[in-house]
Nanobody, 117 residues
Framework: QVELVESGGGLVQPGGSLRLSCSAS????????MGWYRQAPGKQREVIGS???????NYADNAKGRFTISREDAKNTVFLQMNNLRPEDTAIYLC???????????WGRGTQVTVSS
């Protein structure tokens, strides 16, 4: 079983930046796919993007141009760099991993990001 812990959230002013981290631990065979979602109050969970073991990234339209996903396999960690943040980016940000294409994802508990002046 994989455990995921997100960190790096907080309060930031509009236009600011944050870098979220998500570290995986436990029984890890392969971090085939790592990625991020977010969930705002009263809204459905929304995909941000993902990164494969080979480093290929895929982003939802709402994340293109402002958000960047990267990973550091030596530390079993995935990152989410967020720039030019807007109030509508306020949400709980959750990371996930898949250890194989057919395996259900494991989820972290999330980290709160609040964008407000």
């Amino acid at each position: 079983q994989v455990e995921l812990v997100e960190s790096g959230g907080g309060l930031v002013q509009p236009g600011g930046s944050l870098r979220l981290s998500c570290s995986a631990s436990g029984t890890i065979s392969s971090l085939y796919l790592m990625g991020w979602y977010r969930q705002a109050p009263g809204k459905q969970r929304e995909v941000i993007g993902s990164i494969t073991k080979g480093g290929r990234t895929n982003y939802a339209d709402n994340a293109k141009g402002r958000f960047t996903i990267s990973r550091e396999d030596a530390k079993n960690t995935v990152f989410l760099q967020m720039n030019n943040l807007r109030p509508e980016d306020t949400a709980i940000y959750l990371c996930y991993v898949r250890q194989s294409p057919l395996q259900n994802p494991s989820w972290g508990r999330g980290t709160q990001v609040t964008v407000s002046s």
